[in-house]
């Protein structure tokens, strides 16, 4: 059975706005090369495979998510199916890229439904109304993946030394887009016993950073063989 992973990396934002954002190159690369079958092993490590079993039989699909909040939460909401509750989900896994720190790569732990003060792409007015996530009454959410153990195995196994949990997503649209995620995880859950559906957000350097954006490209393909 095909593990289904849907992965988005964000449009290009910041003031002037920047020409790419480097979350959705990473996204458009882990695509092409998975369907070229070049993301079988690490390169570092020729010899070793993902897990001490088989890779997964993976289907990646992406999507660019706006940086702009009613827009980013009306996609994610299509993608979630949240429209038809009764409905088989399209995938398994949502796996959110975005820009971080420029000398790391962090793996967020958990999500806040409130403070939302940075406006979007859409100028001073896209902003959350009240600046807080509307329609949920959990006031921090968290995926269903030990993201710790998941790190610690990137770091020992995988020899990812720049790679590292964080409590703190920002509050902007990562932070906005991986509360929803999680929350609509968790209600498909509730509602579809004996599923496991689970967002992770990953941000990632803006720019060059500690890994290329290949190595990045083979890290995500390795997060979502150890989910």
Not at 24 to 51: G, I
Not at 126 to 152: A, F, H, K, M, R
Not at 157 to 169: P, R
Request: a negative charge; glycine letters at 6%; one cysteine or more.
């Amino acid at each position: 059975m095909k593990f289904r992973v849907l992965i988005t990396g964000f449009e290009p934002f910041g003031v002037p706005v920047r020409p790419k954002n480097r979350s959705w190159e990473v996204a458009k690369l882990v695509e092409r090369l998975h369907k070229s079958n070049s993301l079988r092993l690490d390169p570092r490590k020729a010899s070793q495979s993902y897990t001490d079993g088989p890779p997964r039989d993976i289907e990646i699909t992406i999507r660019q998510l706006p940086v702009e909040y009613e827009k980013a939460r009306t996609l994610l909401e299509e993608l979630h199916q949240v429209a038809e509750p009764e409905a088989v989900s399209s995938y398994d896994l949502f796996l959110h890229i975005g820009e971080g720190r420029p000398d790391l790569v962090q793996l967020e732990t958990r999500a806040y439904r409130k403070n939302y003060l940075r406006a979007g792409n859409g100028g001073p007015a896209d902003l959350p109304l009240n600046n807080e996530i509307s329609g949920y009454t959990d006031e921090v959410v968290y995926p269903t993946t030990d993201i710790q153990q998941l790190v610690s195995t990137l770091n020992s196994s995988l020899a990812y030394k720049y790679v590292f949990t964080s409590n703190d997503a920002g509050r902007y649209l990562c932070e906005y887009t991986f509360y929803l995620s999680t929350a609509m995880c968790n209600k498909y859950n509730t509602t579809h016993p004996g599923s496991n559906q689970t967002a992770l957000f990953m941000h990632l350097p803006p720019d060059n950073g500690p890994y290329t954006d290949e190595q990045l490209a083979v890290l995500v393909h390795h997060i979502i063989n150890l989910v």
